[in-house]
């Protein structure tokens, strides 16, 4: 495909800058948003400075694209492997706030047609569909990050779904089972049932439905907003890596990637309240507890809603521990272990203490998380029933409440005997 040589970056419809295709890839405010507005885009792109390139806006722009297989999917389609041609293919409606348009288009009104969720899970199941004809028509222009296949939808009051048209922005990601990693199964009714059980301990996650015609996880975006006039506005999100300059492949802290420490300094910088700040240690002890053992500092974002910073609602809950062939290590060390079966109250006493809080304070938070969650699996279990089919999923639900229910147990007897 032929590249453009400038991407225009819009909120709404203002301009915000331009970015360019140099080496490095460059971006540049827009004078009269400096001038109007004053706000950066993130802040290792800040307004003090016109012109930005290098390693800041490349992790910045990177990170908005999707991850692994996808991502190399589409470098095939659209021959073309850096984040400024894959943005200038697919940068319509990105997580965040941000439009990206070729230098030939202009923001437009959303536009949006009626499909049926049948049609959705044509579209995880069949090569050519309903949906993949109005794409291939419209010229549709969707970046979602993640390393998994997903759908981005709205849905009307009665709950069908709509496609949005062109860089229209969405309210709903559909997230089908995973495919082709060997052991991995029923993987949409995991994150349902994780997602829901964490919303059941109020920790603060995106609200998440399964949808059992198109066979997925539904998540609402809690980065749209309707306004006064019932119109979708975007609303402003940075995840860790973007905020902490780094790219999507330095997710993970094995890697370089930002520490449980490193994540705490950011989300303090960032200027996020007590509660969020206790939202993240409650976060940390959750994915312990259910076996999320990707639950990488990508996973961790803030947003602009209008009380505010805020941490944002969690999501990308799911029991990876539940898989045999998955990862047995966690993503971040606690207390200098990532080997979960070796986490006990030594090496939590030794992550409060890194972090800047007494001990006793977290350990109650572990306490506290353990107890409730306990309490609401089997009301999770027998909610996340009403929309399992008959056979697999149903299998999923029994099997993943007795192995999370086994998993928060074994931490108890590790972390809280001899409780200080």
Known sequence: MSTAKKLFVYRDETLVGTLLD???????????????????????????????????????????????????????????????????????????????????????????????WQDVADQFTQQQGVIRNIQEQDGLRVSLAGAQRKFSVCIDKDGNPLLPLGSSPSTYIVKPDIQGIESVWASAINETFVMKLATKLKLGVAEVSYQPIAKACVIKRYDRQLDANGQIKRLQQLDLCQIDGKPSTIKYETDGGPTLLRCRELLSQSG?????????????????????????????????????????????????????????????????????????????????????????????????VSNNLLAALDTTSEEINTVASVGTEKTMVERLNQHIASNTKLFQRRLFTNHL
């Open 22 to 116: 140099e080496s490095p890839i460059k971006f540049v405010y827009d004078v009269a948003w400096r001038k109007n507005y004053q706000e950066a885009i993130s802040p290792n792109i800040g307004l003090s400075e016109v012109e930005h390139s290098g390693e800041s806006v490349e992790s910045y722009f990177e990170n908005l694209l999707p991850e692994a297989g996808i991502r190399d999917l589409l470098k095939l389609k659209y021959q073309t492997t850096t984040t400024f041609g894959l943005l200038s293919a697919i940068g319509g409606d990105t997580a965040s706030n941000l439009t990206i348009l070729p230098e030939s288009q202009l923001p437009e009104p959303p536009k949006y047609q009626a499909i049926t």
């Open 272 to 368: 996020v309240n007590a509660a969020d700040t206790k939202r993240f240690i409650q976060w940390v002890f959750f994915n312990l507890y259910v076996g999320n053992h990707d639950s990488h500092a990508k996973n961790l974002s803030i947003y602009f809603p209008p009380t505010g910073v805020r941490l944002t609602p969690f999501y990308d809950l799911l029991s990876t521990s539940f898989y045999s062939g998955l990862s047995r290590t966690f993503a971040f060390n606690i207390g200098g272990e990532n080997k979960p079966s070796n986490i006990n109250q030594d090496q939590v006493i030794a992550m409060a203490e890194s972090l800047g809080f007494k001990a006793k304070y977290v350990l109650s938070i572990a306490e506290d």
